[in-house]
């Protein structure tokens, strides 16, 4: 079966840089969502979209945006990153209030 | 808001035994979902099983078990005939009820509960 795809698996970027993560949820889920882990912690919830627009909103800086595309690809743009921004970021997809699937995550390092 | 607790940091269980991770919540709501989820050294999140609060039975997937107390407000996860693999972060998570509106539904984590399966 078709999972969570996210793209790049690793990252390395300097402070104040920006950083693009993308996300392919599972075909014919209609939310995505965003998750940060940072190190030794739980996920922690950003932003969701349910049907390409914004659905809810977390503990996101407003360094980042995000937004889903036509095709429901979804991408998280990061901007000034700074090195507390270093984490996993995880991407899931669900059918409505169904179960979120996570994909593996992006690890993110700053420098 | 809601807000998850798992009291036990870490534990361990001998191959084979059955082990108990406890998780306890705070809603107001009368309806809500509660999942398990299983993070291994591989960081993937893995869901392990889910329960729907409107539901009185217990969900069941394979050897894993869940044990929901919906007065007490505790949703704890036993593991049965434990293996090497199941050696992982588990997280217990709470997610909104459907009625909050399509789209929100985040799911809030416990701090989870690092289990180590001995041979």
């Known amino acids: 079966a078709a999972g969570v795809i996210q793209s790049p698996r690793h990252l390395i970027k300097e402070k104040r840089e920006t950083a693009t993560l993308k996300c392919y949820p599972i075909?014919?889920?209609?939310?995505v969502y965003w998750y940060q882990q940072g190190p030794g912690q739980d996920p922690q919830f950003l932003i969701s979209f349910y049907e390409k627009m914004q659905s809810d909103k977390g503990s996101i800086p407003d360094r980042f945006s995000a937004q889903q595309f036509s095709d429901y690809h979804s991408e998280l743009n990061m901007s000034s990153l700074e090195l507390g921004d270093s984490a996993l970021y995880f991407c899931?997809?669900?059918?409505?209030?169904?179960?979120?699937?996570f994909g593996p995550g992006t690890r993110l390092t700053v420098t | 808001a809601q807000t998850v607790t798992q009291s036990q940091p870490e534990m361990s269980v001998q191959e084979a035994e059955t082990v108990t991770l406890s998780c306890t919540y705070d809603?107001?709501?009368?309806?809500?979902?509660l999942f398990w989820y299983k993070q291994p050294p591989s960081r993937q999140m893995i869901l392990v099983i889910r329960?729907?609060?409107?539901?009185?039975q217990n969900a069941t997937e394979n050897r894993f078990s869940v044990n929901f107390q919906k007065a007490a407000k505790s949703f704890s996860l036993k593991i049965s005939d434990s293996q090497l693999g199941d050696t992982a972060m588990y997280f217990c998570?709470?997610?909104?009820?459907?009625?909050?509106?399509?789209?929100?539904?985040?799911?809030?984590f416990g701090k989870g509960t690092k289990l180590s399966v001995i041979p």
């Open positions: 075909p014919r889920h209609d939310t």
């Open positions: 809603t107001s709501e009368s309806n809500y979902y």
């Open positions: 899931a997809s669900s059918l409505s209030e169904h179960e979120q699937y």
């Open positions: 998570a709470f997610m909104k009820p459907a009625y909050s509106g399509a789209g929100s539904y985040q799911l809030t």
């Open positions: 329960q729907e609060a409107y539901k009185q």
